[in-house]
């Protein structure tokens, strides 16, 4: 069965550019979550989509924004960006009933100049 | 505030012992506890799963305790092995409120020595 799959793994911007990220989940799975890494702050949650619809949104701007397709492959814009974007973004997956454990994606390494 | 806690940010054990991983949480809605390990480059591995209704469940080499009383479970591996070297993290999430987002600690550095 294959994995959550990320594209890019890698990624150069720079400052007040915006970058879309791509996430295919799971076959079957219709949540997506995607979440942001940092050395400073750990793993943090961003949004969660089910069904085309975001369900859950973490306390991040309004620059970082998601939608969900309806195959369930998801992608995360950031607009305008700034260094401290720099971080690794994993998106995860799920069944999205509760209680079903979320599985990651590698990431994408994103990195602002 | 961190509502989930690793105190540990790294443990050191010998290879075919016991290695014990700490969570503390502090979000009494919290009803589903995960563990996953990380590798460098690589996205989290679900390992263990355990909902607020049991207090222990096993696979394998890994069994997770929860103490719901003290808000605190804990992530058991025997026997280590070097192959468990890794970032450990634990996280949470209220499933029963609909709040399908993973808070997670900061997670542990285990090493396992051969």
């Known amino acids: 069965k294959a994995g959550v799959t990320q594209t890019p793994r890698y990624l150069i911007k720079t400052r007040g550019q915006q970058v879309t990220l791509s996430c295919s989940p799971i076959s079957g799975h219709r949540s997506v979550s995607w979440y942001q890494q940092t050395p400073g702050q750990g793993l943090q949650f961003l949004f969660e989509y089910f069904s085309e619809t975001q369900r859950n949104k973490g306390n991040f701007p309004g620059r970082f924004s998601g939608r969900q397709f309806s195959n369930s492959r998801s992608e995360m814009n950031v607009s305008t960006l700034e260094l401290g974007d720099s971080a690794l973004y994993l998106c995860?997956?799920?069944?999205?009933?509760?209680?079903?454990?979320?599985?990651f994606g590698d990431g994408t390494r994103l990195s602002i100049l | 505030d961190q509502q989930v806690k690793q105190n540990s940010p790294s443990l050191s054990v010998q290879e075919g012992r016991i290695s014990i991983l700490n969570c503390d949480y502090t979000?009494?809605?919290?009803?589903?506890f995960l563990w996953y390990k990380k590798y460098p480059a690589e996205g989290p591995t679900f390992l263990i799963s355990?909902?607020?209704?049991?207090d222990k469940n096993e696979d394998g080499r890994f069994t997770v305790f929860l103490n719901k009383s003290a808000k605190h479970l804990s992530l058991h591996i025997v026997p280590s092995q070097p192959g468990d070297s890794a970032v450990y993290f634990c996280a949470a999430e209220n499933s029963g409120g609909s709040n399908y987002k993973l808070t997670f600690g900061k997670g542990t550095l285990l090493t396992v020595n051969p």
């Open positions: 979000n009494s809605m919290f009803d589903y």
């Open positions: 995860a997956s799920s069944p999205g009933n509760g209680n079903q454990p979320q599985h």
């Open positions: 355990i909902s607020s209704i049991k």
